[in-house]
């Protein structure tokens, strides 16, 4: 059986398929990862083994500015949206599986590929916000922001089929229409994220809410083992004081924040702490380096996160589940998205601390460290990484390649 996976966006949208693409490939499924075309996931698949398929321009160059396509949100919308559909359709069979996250544009690409070639779609969702519930609202868009004053989650997503269908809407039946012979649909984030979509979430860090008013299947989260050694000069680091404070913000660009390595050097040293700061796609770099601090590039953080005192981070998701599985306390800065529902649960669960916003000064993270370096939430985050799951990659191949799944 032919699997192929699908996604458009950073290593948080690409790492989970890879850990999916494992479990189905030991499963004997042929597998294909439809993903940007950025070169640390294509060294990352290939030292897996998978076969990538390079799709559109380079995530990183998108959100750092560099960008070469088109300006204008509407033809982004098109062009991901064809690019998605052709490579999808070039590898997928009939009878086979597509499974697809990552921006919206990309998953409808996906699943008219799949439509038109006979494939049964799935869509997996990677963080509960995603999904249409009662229980939490939408994420609001910056072109399109909510009635003022409307705070139903159901109004709000009943707004949010509007929403979708303003900005994707054209775009997608467009291309149904004139380049696939599809019909068009009412309602495009529906028909997307079909009637039975896949949570790949932990249940105990973030389960999806109940009562459920429509069917959610949770597989647990998409965990990729990493047995990659630690650099020498970071473990040499480690092994030469007390545990560090980790300070990453992944791919997040920080734009407006030129100083945000020297703020957190800053606010870790408030504490007579150590820190490991790690670069990510702002480059993050202090202006005043010392011996106390050691900056690094991509590394394992399954091995790193379990050496340090706490971990601050910008609340992805893969990087909230690490941490939490490492049993490490987690200060999450959350920048866009599903990051301040990440800030949340490790709040509500006692396993850290949520930043108030985006910008974190020296003084603001210092105050979030304080409440994050206590024995209560050490004890807390050791606990709770006990009942974190590790399965869930294992579960979403089985429910893949069982011939009874609907």
Known sequence: MRVVLSTYGSRGDVQPL??????????????????????????????????????????????????????????????LVG?????????????????????????????????????RFTYVALQPTMLPSPHHRPFEFPSR???????????????????????????????????????????????????????????????????????????????????????AELSAFLDAGEPPVYVGFGSMPLHGAPDAGQ????????????????RGWADLAPADAGDDCCTVGEVNQQALFGRVAAVVHHGGAGTTTTA??????????????DQPYWAERVAALGIGAAHDGPAATVDSLSDALEQALTPEVAARAAEAAGGIRTDGAAVAAGLLLDPAAP
């Open 324 to 337: 939490a599985l490492t049993g490490v306390p987690q200060v999450v800065v959350p920048q866009i998205v």
């Open 145 to 231: 922001p909510y009635p003022a004053g409307t705070t139903d989650n159901r109004e709000l997503w009943e707004h949010n089929i509007l929403t979708m269908n303003a900005l994707f809407g054209e775009q997608v039946n467009a291309h149904r229409a004139a380049s696939v012979g599809l019909p068009g649909v009412a309602n495009v984030r529906d028909h997307v994220f079909t009637d039975r979509p896949w949570l790949a979430t932990d249940p105990l860090l973030a389960p999806w809410p109940q009562p459920a008013e429509r069917e959610v299947v949770q597989t647990g989260a998409w965990l990729l083992p990493d047995e990659r050694p630690l650099p």
């Open 18 to 79: 890879a850990a999916l693409a494992v479990h189905l490939r030991e499963r004997g499924a042929q597998v294909r990862v439809c993903a940007p075309p950025d070169e640390e996931f294509a060294q990352r698949l290939a030292a897996l083994g998978v076969e990538a398929v390079p799709v559109g321009e380079s995530v990183r160059a998108l959100v750092s500015g560099a960008s070469s396509a088109p300006v204008d949100f509407p033809s982004r919308v098109a062009m």
């Open 263 to 278: 703020v957190a050097v800053e606010a870790v040293r408030a504490h007579g702490r150590r820190i490991v700061l790690a």
């Open 83 to 119: 690019q998605f559909h052709e490579a999808v359709a070039a590898v997928a069979e009939p009878g086979g599986a597509v499974v697809a996250t990552g921006l919206f544009p990309a998953v409808a690409g996906a699943q008219s590929a799949a439509e038109r070639v006979g494939a």
